[in-house]
């Protein structure tokens, strides 16, 4: 699977953004999807999941609420969708998949090439 990100850029906060996720194969619909953040300097850190027919979704603490996972198997496409920005989410976001649903990165298969976030005070 070949996952290419999209969809970052420059926000103020409070604003939104929504990340596209396109993955290439047949067996998109199979994996469970997530995206992950790097700010500089920090390691890697899980954003949110969603299972492989998007019935269950999982956020981490920092985002519940603010941020919305959800996947279209037909376009073979995940969405990130981001609400109430905070300098905070400054990162680079990448998305990934993978065979089970996990909060760390070691699980996950494939990884996308990443799209910066930047947002502004």
């Known amino acids: 699977v070949q996952l290419q990100a999209f969809g970052g850029g420059l926000v103020q906060a409070g604003g939104s953004l929504r990340l596209s996720c396109a993955a290439s194969?047949?067996?998109?619909?199979?994996?469970?999807m997530g995206w992950f953040r790097q700010a500089p300097g920090k390691e890697r850190e899980f954003v949110a999941a969603?299972?492989?027919?998007?019935?269950?979704?999982y956020y981490a603490h920092s985002v519940k609420g603010r941020f919305t996972i959800s996947r279209d198997n037909a376009k073979n496409t995940v969405y990130l969708q981001m609400n109430s920005l905070k300098p905070e989410d400054t990162a680079v976001y990448y998305c990934?998949?993978?065979?089970?649903?996990?909060?760390?990165?070691?699980?996950?298969?494939?990884w996308g090439q990443g799209t910066q976030v930047t947002v502004s005070s």
């Open positions: 969603i299972t492989s027919g998007g019935g269950i979704t």
């Open positions: 194969g047949r067996t998109f619909s199979s994996y469970v």
């Open positions: 990934t998949a993978g065979s089970r649903l996990a909060t760390m990165a070691q699980p996950y298969d494939y």
